[in-house]
């Protein structure tokens, strides 16, 4: 099993700033790729973005260029630097695991709201 701290939620205005941070523990040997997915009120969750061990990222198109992940390989931790954010950011946004054997990890969740 994979545990997670999730932190960094919260409240901000629309073009403000925040950073996500997601530290794993347990069988994290096995995990190739972290990522954060959200999920808004009647809508599916979808992947935001990912970051494989050896740094190869994949964002969804409405945050490229606004969002950045990293990771700190030696801390087990992933960040997400959200900036310039909009209204439609707003979404619980959880961490995400995925291992070698293709089983998925999940974290519980942190809020982020963007509102005036």
């Known amino acids: 099993q994979v545990q997670f701290v999730e932190s960094g939620g919260g409240l901000v205005q629309p073009g403000g700033s925040l950073r996500l941070s997601c530290t794993a523990s347990g069988r994290i040997f096995n995990i190739y790729r972290m990522g954060w997915y959200r999920q808004s009120p009647g809508k599916q969750r979808e992947l935001v973005a990912s970051i494989t061990n050896t740094g190869g990222t994949t964002y969804v198109d409405s945050v490229k260029d606004r969002f950045t992940i990293s990771r700190d390989n030696a801390k087990n931790t992933v960040y997400l630097q959200m900036n310039s954010l909009k209204f439609e950011d707003t979404a619980v946004y959880y961490c995400?695991?995925?291992?070698?054997?293709?089983?998925?990890?999940w974290g519980k969740g942190t809020l982020v709201t963007v509102s005036s």
């Open positions: 995400h695991a995925r291992s070698w054997s293709s089983e998925d990890y």
